[in-house]
C-alpha cells in the first residue's frame, strides 16, 4: 500500500484511507441491515436458543472483518491527520 501511495500527495493520501473507511464502514452496517432486518438472523437468540446456522455464522465473519478493517483505517486517518498537525505546525513555528 505504501507503493502505491508513494508519489501522492499528503491530501490524497488521507483522502484515500478516509474513503476506503468510509466504504468499509458503509459495507458493515449494510451486513448488519441485510443480517438483523431482513432476513431475520437474530430471532434465534430468544429462548430456546437454536445454533447458528453457516449462513449466520458466514455473515458474523465477514461483518467482523469489516468492522474491524474500518476501525483500523479510521484509526490511521486520525493518527495520520495528527502527524499532519504536528507537521504543519513544525514548519509554521520554525
Given at each position: 500500500m505504501l507503493l502505491f501511495f508513494h508519489n501522492w500527495s499528503h491530501l490524497k493520501k488521507l483522502g484515500a484511507l478516509a474513503l476506503v473507511a468510509v466504504l468499509l464502514s458503509c459495507l458493515s452496517f449494510a451486513i448488519l441491515f441485510l443480517e438483523y432486518g431482513v432476513l431475520n438472523f437474530g430471532d434465534s437468540d430468544l429462548p430456546p436458543y437454536q445454533p447458528d446456522t453457516p449462513l449466520e455464522k458466514a455473515f458474523d465473519a465477514v461483518w467482523?472483518?469489516?468492522?474491524?478493517?474500518?476501525?483500523?483505517?479510521?484509526?490511521?486517518?486520525?493518527?495520520?491527520?495528527?502527524?499532519?498537525?504536528f507537521r504543519f505546525i513544525k514548519r509554521r513555528v520554525a
Open positions: 467482523f472483518t469489516a468492522t474491524f478493517g474500518a476501525a483500523l483505517l479510521w484509526l490511521c486517518v486520525i493518527i495520520y491527520v495528527i502527524a499532519l498537525m
